[in-house]
């Protein structure tokens, strides 16, 4: 745990270049870049004597120390690479006379989902949802709900569509009330339910992502609903929902899972995955318009063989004519 004795302290933006020691570990941290901001702490991208690692800088030092503990706990029992990110250090870090609680950890490399949904294009939504609600299967499989999933908090790898949970904040065993939360993706805060973690909360979470990478609600609306009852909210997601995405069965998917009709995540899951699968059959047959593919994506079209008119045609036989001619020639000759 963190041994910093001062439960809370106000964390300051450290500017790239600035060098952080830690207390405890022996290790030094030099700032290179921030990577964002949440209400448990400011995340990092630093330098740790040769390596590139991730730092979390908290205000709570008891509130780091769990949400280390709980990572720890889950790497031990998962065994699995690609859910956690590694952990290095819990540790203190002092600068101008100060001390804060400080948790190291590996620096995941990816893109934002919206930025993934710029490169791949919208058809790709289906897939990114479905990979996220397997990495969330997991976690609920070992008793506990992620509840805070938002865009903020999650990395795409830009060639396998692999989706990386980059903050654990959140984090909290299934059936203890929500610890952190964002209104936009908080079911309770649009009327659609408790906030208690459970997986029905982080399937809300991933079909408002989808929502949002289809069609952003605005920064206008937002605050505008902030004013409104729970009850006004929810009214104005379901008619979003039903104006605003154009893709029947994407909607009809999304909409169920907002409405916490799906039992387990497992429902939700298959019936994306069947639609990413007939979108990408339906693409493959439609030899009149453009596939749009990058490297390393996958359901890549093969090349439409040309039937041979009767150009073609002509041309072989007067190949063939010519082969028969020369050979006869060749063996008269010969006699």
């Not at 909210?233 to 916490?260: H, P, W, Y």
């Not at 799906?262 to 693409?283: G, Q, S």
């Amino acid at each position: 745990m963190s041994v910093s004795k001062r439960l809370q302290v106000l964390v300051p933006e450290f500017r790239p270049g600035t060098v952080l020691p830690g207390k405890w570990r022996g290790h030094s941290y030099r700032i290179m870049r921030l990577v964002g901001r949440g209400a448990n702490g400011t995340v990092y991208q630093v330098l740790r004597d040769r390596d590139v690692v991730a730092i979390k800088i908290g205000e709570n030092a008891a509130a780091i120390a769990l949400e280390y503990e709980r990572m720890r706990e889950l790497t031990a029992s998962l065994g699995t690479a690609g859910i956690i990110p590694e952990l290095y250090d819990l540790d203190d870090v002092e600068h101008g006379g100060e001390v804060y609680p400080m948790l190291a950890m590996e620096f995941i490399k990816g893109v934002s989902p919206e930025e993934f949904i710029d490169i791949r294009g919208r058809e790709w939504i289906p897939l990114c949802l479905t990979k996220l609600l397997r990495r969330l299967e997991t976690l609920h499989a070992k008793g506990y709900a992620f509840c805070d999933l938002k865009s903020a908090n999650l990395l795409f790898d830009p060639d396998t569509a692999e989706p990386r949970l980059i903050d654990f904040g959140g984090l909290t065993p299934i059936g203890q009330a929500v610890r952190e939360f964002t209104e936009l993706y908080d079911r309770a805060w649009w009327g659609r339910g408790t906030r208690k973690a459970d997986s029905h909360y982080d399937m809300f979470a991933c079909a408002l992502l989808g929502l949002q990478l289809l069609t952003p609600i605005s920064p206008t609306d937002l605050e505008r609903l902030r004013t409104r009852r729970p009850a006004d909210r929810n009214a104005f997601l379901s008619r979003r929902c039903v104006s605003e995405i154009k893709d029947g069965q994407l909607q009809t998917i999304l909409n169920k899972a907002l409405s916490g009709q799906y039992r387990e995540p497992a429902e939700f899951r298959m019936e994306l995955a069947a639609l990413w699968v007939n979108d990408r059959e339906e693409n493959r047959g439609n030899m009149g318009g453009p596939l749009k593919m990058t490297s390393g994506s996958v359901g890549v079209r093969k090349r439409a063989r040309r039937k041979w008119d009767m150009t073609d045609w002509g041309l072989l036989v007067a190949v063939a004519v010519f082969v028969v001619t020369m050979g006869t020639l060749l063996w008269f000759g010969s006699l």
